[in-house]
């Protein structure tokens, strides 16, 4: 069965760091690209950031390029967010995404929230 | 960017109705589309990939279909679980754009 499970959310001040981390499971990491997309309170879907395979290729949002990084480590099934300079619209459920058929598992999500 | 313009924001249908849920894409691609079910506080839930593929396990009463610039989902006979926010989002390009969503109540 495959598995998403997000971890690394919790309450930060505007302009901290956050690593968010997504362990995988159930399936071969290694040969899907994945995607982080976040979700703010009451708010519609909006994808952030993609990794493939292999990491050749990586793209981000407008809203998030420079401050967050993408990475994975294969060995550890797992994919990363590096969030830097958070703002207070970074608040959001954040879930990572694996690319099968489509975009087509989703994790549960993890809350982010930046307030002073 | 491609835009993905859904319609309607929100519809109230009856259980057993057809419901119909259009995205229209501000430039023209094929294909690379996916919609999404997402119930309160829960994430969402992959329906429909590459524009009419079902994905495993997603009832047959779900169907998706292209024309032009225009995406449709539709659900050919309502029931009871449906009742949910639905998303359609382009994988075609960088960055993947995500519809407003489109919110299904009950009537």
């Known amino acids: 069965e495959v598995q998403l499970v997000e971890s690394g959310g919790g309450l930060v001040q505007p302009g901290e760091s956050l690593r968010l981390s997504c362990a995988a499971s159930?399936?071969?990491?290694?040969?899907?690209?994945m995607n982080w997309v976040r979700q703010a309170p009451g708010k519609g879907l909006e994808w952030i950031s993609y990794?493939?395979?292999?990491?050749?290729?990586?793209y981000y949002a407008d809203s998030v390029k420079g401050r967050f990084t993408i990475s994975r480590d294969d060995a550890k099934n797992s994919v990363y967010l590096q969030m830097n300079s958070l703002r207070d619209e970074d608040t959001a459920v954040y879930y990572c995404?694996?690319?099968?058929?489509?975009?087509?598992?989703w994790g549960q999500g993890t809350l982010v929230t930046v307030s002073s | 960017d491609i835009q993905m313009t859904q319609s309607p924001s929100s519809l109230s249908a009856s259980v057993g109705d057809k419901v119909t849920i259009t995205c229209r894409a501000s430039q023209g691609f094929s294909r690379w589309l996916a919609w999404y079910q997402q119930k309160p506080e829960k994430a969402p839930k992959s329906l429909i990939y590459?524009?009419?593929n079902l994905q495993s396990g997603v009832p047959s009463r779900f169907s998706g279909s292209e024309s032009g610039t225009d995406f449709t989902l539709t659900i050919s006979s309502l029931q009871p679980e449906d009742f949910a926010t639905y998303y359609c989002?382009?994988?075609?390009?960088?960055?993947?754009?995500f519809g407003q969503g489109t919110k299904v109540e009950i009537k």
């Open positions: 990794i493939s395979s292999g990491s050749s290729s990586i």
């Open positions: 995404v694996r690319d099968g058929s489509g975009p087509d598992y």
């Open positions: 590459e524009a009419s």
């Open positions: 159930g399936f071969a990491f290694s040969g899907h690209s």
């Open positions: 989002q382009q994988y075609n390009t960088y960055p993947r754009t």
